[in-house]
C-alpha cells in the first residue's frame, strides 16, 4: 500500500479547487447583476439570443450557482450543467476565429482558459464535493 501525502488533504483540496473555480465567476457575476443593464447591453453586442435572458441567465449561473458549487451543494449536476454553461460563453463570447490581432490573441487565450476550466469542472463532476461541502454533510 502506497501512502500519498496528499491523502490526508484531500478535502481540503477538493474545497480550495472548488473556491478557486468559481472566485472569478462569483466576483463577474455579481457586477454583471449590479450592472444588469450593462450586461443586457454586452449581450446584445455579442449577439446573444434575447439579450436580456441571456443576461439573466449569465447572472444566475455565474453567482447563484458559483455560490451553491462552492459550497458544494448539488455539486456533481451542477458542475456538469456549469461546464456547458462554461462551453456556451467560450463559443458566443470568445470567437477568437471571427477577429484579428489584438483582440484575436486575447480571445483565443479566453477561449481556452474556459475549456480548462470545464476541465476542472468535469473533474469534480466525477470526484465530487469533498467532506468539506453542503452534499458531503
Not at 2 to 10: E, G, K, S, V
Not at 93 to 111: E, K, L, S
Not at 125 to 135: I, Q
Request: aromatic share 12%; hydrophobic share 55%; glycine share 8%.
Amino acid at each position: 500500500m502506497r501512502y500519498n501525502l496528499l491523502d490526508n488533504q484531500r478535502d481540503a483540496i477538493i474545497l480550495l479547487a472548488r473556491i478557486l473555480l468559481m472566485v472569478l465567476f462569483i466576483i463577474t457575476g455579481w457586477a454583471k447583476m449590479l450592472h444588469f443593464d450593462g450586461t443586457v447591453a454586452y449581450m446584445t453586442s455579442l449577439g446573444a439570443p434575447v439579450p436580456m435572458v441571456a443576461a439573466a441567465i449569465s447572472v444566475i449561473m455565474e453567482f447563484f450557482v458559483g455560490i451553491m458549487l462552492t459550497i458544494g451543494f448539488f455539486t456533481r449536476p451542477l458542475a456538469l450543467l456549469y461546464a456547458l454553461f462554461v462551453l456556451g460563453t467560450a463559443l458566443l463570447g470568445h470567437q477568437y476565429w471571427t477577429m484579428v490581432d489584438p483582440d484575436r490573441t486575447a480571445n483565443m487565450i479566453n477561449f481556452y482558459k474556459n475549456i480548462s476550466i470545464i476541465g476542472g469542472l468535469l473533474l469534480l463532476a466525477v470526484t465530487g464535493p469533498g467532506k468539506y461541502s453542503v452534499d458531503g454533510r
